[in-house]
Each structure stands twice: as structure tokens, then as C-alpha cells.
């Protein structure tokens, strides 16, 4: 089902064996040296006892610096880049969902299409509920908490299931990894995972527990209703 989510670069190159894989890592290796200069730039900028003690670290950056941004305009820019990730994460989920209706892992029902826009519009509004029903249970930072978590498992499970599909047939004409990397990642996201499970709050556990059984309630309705 995750080939529903990139199915529209895919589209967009012609050969997206060789051209995907090394701009997936290219943006990876940008995203972390940009995440690695904010870090030493903060705290350059600012006493770092003062950042661990800030609600909002970059805001005390942001009013260190030469330009003194106005706090409006910061806390708009946060708002319009929150926004856009939700609502990628929204459209991602949404194919996600769909793509394992089409594949028989939860009912056939997540996988109808607007028949004019081809939008899988119950996978869509599903996501949508359950996105406002989790919003409803906390603030933004025990959302993130849970938001890690889940996808540190999903790290876990998508390295073991590249290990454990590397020679299969299908796999044939797929970008294939160095042998070792996959088995270094599903360690070292198996090791996040277990810390972050350790310091969760209960809260967060009683969010993924509930996550855990709907998941598991679909996927039994999806295996009766093959029968």
C-alpha cells in the first residue's frame, strides 16, 4: 500500500529505480544538515539551560537575533508550516488506507473513489475522523509524542519486511539497499521504539492501545469478509 503515496513521482520520472533512491537520501542528508545548523545556531544564540527551560525554544532564538522577528509573524509561519504538514499527512494516510483496501488488509468499503476526481473520498474522511478524534484527546506535543511513536514502529516493521522480502521475486526489479542497512535500521528503530514506549506517559500508551485494537478490528473485518 505505500506505492499509493508515491505513485505520483513515480509518474513524474522516467526511470524511478535509479533516479528515487539517491534523491530520497539527498533530501534525507539536506533535512538533517538543516536540523543540525538550527541546533548549533540555537545554542550559539542562546544559553542553552535557557532553551530546555523555554515553551518555545526557537522564539527565544528568534528575539536573540539581529532582525528581532516579531512573535506574530513567528507564530504565523508555525501555523502555516503545522498546517501544511497535517494536511500532507492527511492526503498520505488517506492513500495509505486506501491502498490496503485494494489489497484486502481492512474492508473493501476505505477503497471507493469519488467517481469524478478519483479521490478516495471514505479512506479520506476516515483519516479526517480519526485525526479529529485524536486531536480532541491532548495538546500538539502529546500528539507528536504519539505521532513518534507509531512511526517507529512502522520503521521497525518496513526494515524486517525488507530483510524479509529481499529475495523474493516481486523484488526483483525494486531498488535494493545495502545488505546490512536494513537490519541496522530496524535495530536502531527497535531501540527508539522501546525508549519511547519506557517514557510514555499513560495517556499516550491508552491513544496507541486504542489505535492498536480499531487497527486490528479492520483488519478482522477485512478477513471475513474475503470468505
Request: proline share 6%; with cysteine.
Amino acid at each position: 500500500p505505500f506505492h499509493r503515496v508515491g505513485k505520483v513521482f513515480h509518474e513524474e520520472v522516467h526511470d524511478p529505480r535509479r533516479t528515487f533512491p539517491p534523491v530520497l537520501f539527498a533530501a534525507v542528508a539536506t533535512a538533517s544538515a538543516l536540523y543540525l545548523a538550527v541546533t548549533v545556531v540555537s545554542t550559539v544564540a542562546v544559553d542553552p539551560d535557557v532553551l530546555a527551560a523555554s515553551d518555545g525554544p526557537l522564539l527565544e532564538v528568534a528575539g536573540a537575533g539581529p532582525l528581532g522577528v516579531p512573535t506574530r509573524w513567528y507564530a504565523l509561519v508555525a501555523l502555516v508550516a503545522v498546517t501544511n504538514t497535517c494536511l500532507f499527512a492527511l492526503v498520505a494516510s488517506s492513500r495509505l488506507l486506501y491502498g490496503m483496501a485494494v489489497d484486502g488488509h481492512v474492508p473493501a468499503t476505505f477503497s471507493r473513489l469519488l467517481p469524478t476526481r478519483r479521490t478516495p473520498v471514505v479512506a479520506s474522511l476516515a483519516m479526517a475522523v480519526i485525526a479529529a478524534g485524536m486531536a480532541a484527546t491532548g495538546a500538539v506535543s502529546d500528539l507528536a509524542e504519539a505521532a513518534v511513536t507509531l512511526l517507529l514502529a512502522v520503521l521497525v516493521a518496513v526494515n524486517i519486511a525488507a530483510v524479509a522480502t529481499r529475495r523474493s521475486p516481486e523484488a526483483a526489479h525494486a531498488y535494493r539497499a545495502p545488505t546490512w542497512m536494513a537490519p541496522l535500521g530496524a535495530v536502531a528503530a527497535s531501540v527508539l521504539l522501546v525508549h519511547q514506549l519506557a517514557t510514555a506517559s499513560r495517556a499516550d500508551l491508552v491513544r496507541l492501545a486504542v489505535l492498536l485494537a480499531v487497527s486490528g478490528v479492520l483488519w478482522v473485518a477485512a478477513r471475513v469478509q474475503r470468505r
